[in-house]
């Protein structure tokens, strides 16, 4: 893969306003003359929220595995026990992928918005996929397992002029969390009593790799946003200097 800073543009920590030697040198656009504007914080505010929220209903499926199991296995032995347990973890498994979905949703297009200012902004910056992997990227098999990854690596990057290390922890516990909860979900569809006492690890499992997950996420649309930001500041002194 091409180095996302090729010979002859500037360094990553530079901007391309305060750089106006290099403007119109072969190979290196002109930065455009109007200042870019970030996208909304609210954007972001609501995928971090959501991501919250995904991570909040894991946690709260998790509290329930336990009961779940325990009243299954009576009902196998021909018990009568209450449903109420049995009906909340449904109940929360429903909110749970609805939430995901608004999750996803919201996300990928606060995704698309940074891809298209750090284009913008910097468009000598080489990204490993093209903007329609922002979206399929999520969804088509196999490739969804690194490809958002990269999606994301290199918006920050060209939004921050530099390369930062950081984004693996965030894609692994996403990736643990998201295998983890299907795994429970399929479990719950076994007829097997002797498989179910593996849900309440599962659903630990996925708990906590999503909480991990949803913190390392708004700590990367902060620096996004915060970068988007500063970029827009700088053109704008630039402009008026």
């Known amino acids: 893969m091409s180095s996302p800073h090729p010979t002859g543009a500037p360094s990553p920590h530079s901007f391309p306003a ?17 200042s870019p504007r970030p996208v909304p914080r609210g954007l972001g505010v609501a995928s971090v929220a959501l991501a919250a929220a995904v991570a ?6 998790a509290a329930l595995a336990v009961p779940v199991v325990s009243t ?20 929360v498994a429903l909110l749970f992928w609805v939430v ?3 999750a996803g949703i919201v996300t990928v297009v606060w995704l698309w918005r940074s891809r298209r200012f750090a284009e913008t902004v910097t468009p000598w910056w080489s990204h490993a996929r093209s903007r329609v992997w922002v979206w399929l990227g999520w969804i088509v098999p196999v490739v969804s397992l690194w ?6 690596r290199d918006v920050r990057a060209a939004t921050l002029r530099a390369e930062r290390p950081g ?17 429970g979900g399929r479990l719950m569809r076994s007829d097997s009593p002797d498989v179910w006492s593996a849900l309440p690890v599962l659903d630990a ?12 996420w708004a700590r990367v649309v902060r620096e996004v946003g915060d970068g988007q930001r500063a970029v827009v500041a700088s053109a704008t002194a630039t402009g008026s200097g």
């Open 56 to 61: 909040g209903g894991a946690v709260v499926q």
């Open 147 to 152: 490809f958002p990854l990269q999606v994301v």
């Open 205 to 216: 499992v996925a708990a906590v790799a999503l909480v991990v997950a949803a913190v390392l």
């Open 18 to 34: 305060a750089a106006p030697v290099l403007a119109g040198h072969a190979g290196v656009p002109r930065t455009p003359a109007a």
């Open 72 to 91: 299954l296995h009576e009902l196998v032995r021909g018990r009568s026990v209450s449903m109420a347990v049995l009906a909340a973890y449904d109940t």
């Open 167 to 183: 984004l693996g922890g965030w894609w692994a516990a996403w990736l643990v969390g998201g295998f983890a909860a299907n795994a």
């Open 100 to 102: 995901q979905l608004a």
